[in-house]
């Protein structure tokens, strides 16, 4: 299994340029981080997650070589993204989605262009394969090679951006992110620490990581946690090799620890988190003292929710970048 690269991560930078936002750090005050918290403010990109440089990357490679329609089962970001990506090379989208899924992602999925099915959870990934076998369409996975090189780019950015990081916090769901930031993050200083973050209601992604195989929750266990965007149920195979050669750690933080540090987020920078995007701040507040010395990145991968009481309306789903 061929593992992302550098090289990979830099020409990926380059291909979504056009499409995607260099996203900017947000330090928290220093009464509440020790002048130590940065975030990565990834809720700002078109589609308002992470999920659209992989997608875009992935998405315009399979372009380039004549695809015309592509399919993918999501949550809702990777869905958003996929639909997003494929708008701007002209290619047909179907997207999967749980009846779990938030309306507004279905919507925004449908606004975006794609063709939405909606599942119970359980059969989101064989019928993404069934529609693709009947349709003609390509699958793109949210861990492809193409996809975790594209998501690498996050991890560039943070060392560009902030030379002397000493940790990077980072949202699991399949582990494309984590995958590729630790690609990146790795080649730029071995000695950052890369940390993988989950609901510990959803954390099977800690415990493929305790025992060093890849393991499998049940459905019914991980959509127990608010982090919709965080129930996978496993690790992407691909992902996986990535986490096992290049991720330092991975942690847990509850319920309540993601709710305050989406509030935290909201009240100090005003920054709409969804429950997924605000992890790995919660994992900042809760482990704070076992982090090494030195600056902390928390990926704020998404703000894909419901507007909290206050907040201005939201930026426009389908407009250019």
């Keep these: 299994m061929s593992l992302v690269t550098m090289p990979d991560v830099a020409a990926a930078s380059a291909r979504i340029a056009p499409f995607v936002e260099r996203t900017p750090l947000l330090s928290l005050p220093s009464s509440l981080s020790g002048e130590r918290l940065w975030v990565k403010a990834e809720n700002r990109q078109p589609t308002r997650s992470f999920k659209v440089r992989g997608a875009v990357n992935a998405v315009g490679r399979l372009a380039e070589h004549g695809v015309g329609h592509v ?49 119970p959870p359980a059969l989101r990934e064989v019928t993404c394969l069934a529609l693709a076998d009947r349709l003609g369409a390509t699958v793109v ?7 975790v090189a594209g998501h690498g780019s996050t991890g560039s950015e943070i060392t560009e ?9 980072v949202p699991v769901c ?7 930031i630790a690609v990146a993050a790795k080649a730029a200083d071995p000695t950052i620490r890369v940390i993988g973050v989950e609901p510990e209601l959803a954390a099977d992604g800690v415990a493929s990581f305790r025992s060093g195989r890849r393991t499998a929750w049940p459905v019914e266990r991980t959509y127990r946690t608010r982090a919709d965007g965080l129930r996978a149920p496993v690790l992407g195979a691909l992902a996986w090799e990535h986490i096992r050669r290049y991720v330092d750690d991975m942690v847990t933080v509850t319920e309540d620890g993601i709710e305050a540090a989406a509030d935290l987020l909201w009240r100090e920078l005003g920054e709409h988190a969804e429950p997924s995007g605000a992890v790995a701040t919660a994992a900042c507040l809760a482990h704070r003292d076992a982090l090494p010395a030195g600056p902390v990145v928390a990926v704020l991968s998404g703000g ?4 909290r009481s206050g907040a201005s309306k939201e930026r426009s789903l389908v407009g250019e970048p």
């Design 304 to 307: 894909n929710a419901a507007l």
């Design 161 to 169: 951006d902030l030379p002397g990081v000493r940790t990077i916090l």
């Design 141 to 147: 996975r949210s861990d492809d090679f193409d996809i």
């Design 174 to 180: 399949n582990g494309g992110l984590l995958a590729g």
């Design 71 to 119: 399919i993918a089962q999501s949550s809702g970001n990777h869905a958003q993204a996929i639909a997003y990506a494929a708008a701007r090379h002209g290619l047909r989208a179907t997207v999967v989605l749980p009846d779990t899924a938030p309306e507004l992602k279905v919507v925004a999925a449908r606004e975006l262009g794609a063709e939405v099915v909606i599942v």
